[in-house]
């Protein structure tokens, strides 16, 4: 809440303007603020194109930096991979993983929840900050 | 499909080196191999009980969607760039 809208809202707890009168007041006042400028939540769902990772690190004491870009028709194109994969494969995998502790079913993963994953990246970003290390992923 | 393919790479004495790959001319000229590797990708398909219209479709929309991809590195004076138009 800014300033000038807390300061109407006390006058009228105050009793020092009617309901009518802060209402006028608070319409005003919304006419009169400029418009917010686009951010990168302002960008219309669904419309991002590009999956981003940035990473800003020093290692040995120089900076290091990896920026990379993927278009998220090709994460699309790569999810469709998974139903190429040969059964007798994917029971192969899963033996391993339960073997590492990862009791994880690669069969029931069918590639139209994993087309929903990538359509939902849109939403997400994740950012790590570490004292020498940065970490961003986000679309664009 | 996939246009152009640039590699810069930047060396500690600074000088860059860039290469610009131009992707069709250089798929028709290798087409003899490019023919050979999708005979042998349907063979293996085959042999795994994979469509082969699937996969190849599914190759395909691969190589479609790969313009766009950057792929940038840095470190110190060293830099490799990646990039796919």
Redesign the interface.
Known sequence: MNEQRKDILDMLAEGRITVVEAERLIVALERNQPPTAPGPDARPKGTA??LRVVVDAV?DG??????????L??L???V??A??I?PQ?LGKVNAELNKSGMPFDLTQLKPEQLEALVDHLDEMTVEVDQPDATVRVFCE | MPQLLTVRVERPDGRPVRVRVPVLPVIVVLSPVVVLVALVAAVACLVHRVSVVRAFGTGWRIVSALPGTRVDIAQGRTAVLVAIR
């Open positions: 194109k590009y290692e120089e900076p290091a930096r990896v920026n990379v870009r993927v278009p028709q090709l699309r194109a790569g469709r991979l139903a190429l040969p494969a």
